[in-house]
């Protein structure tokens, strides 16, 4: 089955095709951050305007890129996300169904992230554990089919990405700040100790906001009598990627401690971190676990992921109705089981 993915929940336009034979066929991706930049953030209503003008010209990109004129079935990112933002990807997706005469299937956002580890060579069985670390989500998952998710815990405010993005800004660095501080924090020591917030209670929901307030303390303090020195902008980021990372590897490890389970799966745009990687596949090798996540252009937005994550529900049997309906926040856990689990490769 040939599914094309559309994904333009947030300031990424990704198109591509998936063919459950052969693997991904073509992907193409538009990023917005040019145009959000100099807001310090994504402007929603620019945001959609863009996603009208990029969408159509990379469906025809993909098509001609995999030489394929008809597919059979189409796959839209319906939420989480920017509720204009997602509306375009939808009345674009559903409309290309409905002319084709295909299914349309609407993707849950975060489901995706997932699934996109199932892409690579030696993708994971179930049932895992999820770590899903993107710009609006952490949370923990136990994964014993698509649509068979348990949340294990999540963050009472900030998300890891949304809490790199607000550290980035604190320091001078542009949007979106992850890769930013993660460059930064290279060349830093970590000579600040940061909070690991709510490593010493039990459970496995997570705290950023706190450790946001420690930046923009110690970048105070460091900055009073002159301007923050570069070495003194690079230790605070190396302290705080390294704070962030504990807090995250610790509460993994904890997950598979809890669920008996020997393998951990990170996905979302946080998950391309290198030494969140390096630090998880080190801690998890010790206690015999194995890590499982994509290449990195497959953890930030993608049109791969939702290409995919579409064909596995469409070879399940599951298809939208022509009303098309999006929405901002949709809890992972609210999606039916994809049914009969049997029918359904987890990768390609
Ligand atoms: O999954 P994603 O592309 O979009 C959402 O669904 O939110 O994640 C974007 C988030 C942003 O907060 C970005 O700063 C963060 O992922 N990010 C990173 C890295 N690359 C992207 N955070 C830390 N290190 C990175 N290398
Ligand atoms: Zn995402």
């Known amino acids: 089955m040939r599914v094309l993915g559309i994904e333009t929940s947030c300031d990424e336009t990704g198109i591509a095709l998936y063919d459950s034979e052969r693997g991904l066929l073509a992907d193409t991706l538009y990023s917005q951050i040019g145009l959000h930049q100099p807001y310090g953030g994504v402007v929603p209503e620019l945001a959609s305007r863009d996603h009208i003008r990029k969408t159509l010209p990379l469906v025809r990109e993909v098509l001609t890129q995999a030489g394929v004129e008809r597919v059979d079935g189409v796959a839209y990112t319906a939420g989480p996300g920017l509720i204009g933002a997602l509306m375009v990807g939808a009345c674009l997706g559903r409309s290309l169904a409905y002319a084709w005469n295909v299914p349309a299937v609407a993707v849950h956002h975060m489901e995706a992230h997932l699934l996109a580890p199932m892409l690579e060579e ?20 136990r994964v014993d089919g698509i649509g068979c998710y348990t949340l294990l ?41 940061f909070p690991r917030p709510m490593l010493n209670r039990a459970g496995l929901d997570f705290s950023f906001s706190g450790l946001k307030t420690a930046v923009l303390t110690a970048i105070r303090e460091r900055s009073q009598q002159a301007p923050l020195s570069d070495q003194d902008a690079a230790d605070v980021a190396a302290s705080f990627q390294a704070a962030v990372v504990e807090t995250l590897v610790t509460k993994c490890r904890r997950a598979l401690a809890q669920t008996g389970l020997k393998r951990l799966v990170m996905a979302g745009g946080v998950s391309a971190n290198r030494r969140l990687r390096a630090e998880l596949e ?36 599951e298809q939208e109705p022509l009303p098309i ?4 926040r949709w809890p992972l856990e609210s999606l039916p089981a994809a049914e009969p689990l049997t029918s359904v490769t987890l990768h390609g």
Request: charged share 15%; with cysteine; aromatic share 6%.
């Open 325 to 328: 309906t999006v929405r901002a």
């Open 282 to 317: 080190a801690t998890l090798a010790a206690d015999g676990a194995t890590v499982y996540y994509a290449r990195p252009a497959l953890c930030t937005d993608n049109g791969a992921m939702i290409a995919y994550a579409g064909c596995q529900r469409l070879l399940a049997g």
């Open 122 to 141: 030696n993708p994971p069985a179930v049932p895992f554990v999820a770590l899903l670390v993107s710009g609006g989500h952490t949370q923990l998952v």
């Open 153 to 193: 815990g999540e963050s009472i405010d900030d998300a890891a990405g949304e809490a790199f993005d607000k550290c980035a800004k604190m320091l001078g660095l542009p949007y979106p700040g992850g890769p930013e501080v993660a460059r930064l924090a290279e060349a830093g020591r970590e000579t600040i100790a």
